[in-house]
């Protein structure tokens, strides 16, 4: 990979996150970036990089923006995992909550809504840095209560701002000019968030039905999708994207 050291990759900005970079990550940004870079247009744009929870979203997203800042052009990585209501451990003891008292239907209705997340927020971050304003306030969410805050950004020389996120395609988030899916499986994801770490109970059988109600999301905002890579990494057109899930589902 051209000219990048890993070591100093620009991340996402959720407090405590963790990145593993390896092979076949890069592998996939490489594949990204030329058709990335080629549809980027205008001083300011909003790229996302969505995707099941731990498909490798904050490791694309990273190595997309060390790319640019190797060509020249400023870009920072914004995590959308800053934005829900509530911290994550409020926020998982509100989803159960959820589903005791409404079952499925009731939590499929709650994730990746307004009720879990700030998405005005979010839309006026995106609104406002397109507009070329300087500095910007972007929270920060941690794992407590204490690891929330605000910090003023400067964006005077960000280009391109990746936007790396589940829920970086919904239709409730406004101003996304290219959007990245990284498709996968549940069951593919799960490996990768053991290696994370980032929460008990990571393969429960409560997870992999949040996985599942995820997907089922991810799959109907596909079609606004600019860009869609399969777990392999190949590019591939929406039209191949939905023979490939119909295979996968039998």
């Known amino acids: 990979m051209k000219n990048i050291d890993l070591s100093i990759l620009p991340h996402g900005d959720m407090p405590g996150d963790k990145i593993e970079i390896e092979q076949h990550h890069i592998e996939k940004a490489e594949r990204i970036y030329p058709v990335l870079k080629s549809m980027l247009t205008g001083p300011k744009t909003v790229v996302c990089v969505c995707g099941g929870s731990g498909v490798g979203k904050s490791e694309i997203a990273s190595l997309l923006a060390g790319m640019l800042r190797a060509d020249g052009i400023g870009a920072y990585v914004m995590s959308g995992d800053n934005y829900p209501h509530r911290i994550p451990v409020e926020n998982d003891a ?3 909550r959820v589903y005791a008292e409404g079952g499925r239907e009731a939590l499929d209705d709650y994730l990746g809504s307004q009720k879990e997340i700030d998405f005005a ?7 406002k840095f397109k507009a070329g304003e300087s500095p910007i306030s972007l929270k920060r969410m941690g794992r407590t209560p204490e690891e929330l805050w605000f910090d003023e950004v400067d964006f005077t020389d960000i280009s391109v701002l990746i936007l790396e ?35 008990k109970g990571v393969d429960s059988p409560f997870t992999t039905m949040v996985l599942e109600l995820e ?8 079609h606004k999708a600019k860009i869609i890579v399969t777990k392999a990494g ?8 939905l023979k490939l899930m119909e295979a996968q589902n039998g």
């Open 215 to 222: 997907q089922t999301k991810l799959h109907a905002q596909a």
């Open 121 to 127: 927020l979010v839309s006026s971050i995106l609104a």
């Open 234 to 241: 190949d590019i591939i057109s929406f039209d191949t994207y």
């Open 94 to 96: 509100q989803r159960e």
């Open 165 to 199: 996120w589940t829920h970086g395609n919904s239709d409730n988030v406004i101003g996304v000019d290219i959007p990245i899916l990284l498709n996968s499986t549940p069951a593919e994801t799960l490996e990768h968030r053991r290696k994370r770490a980032r929460d």
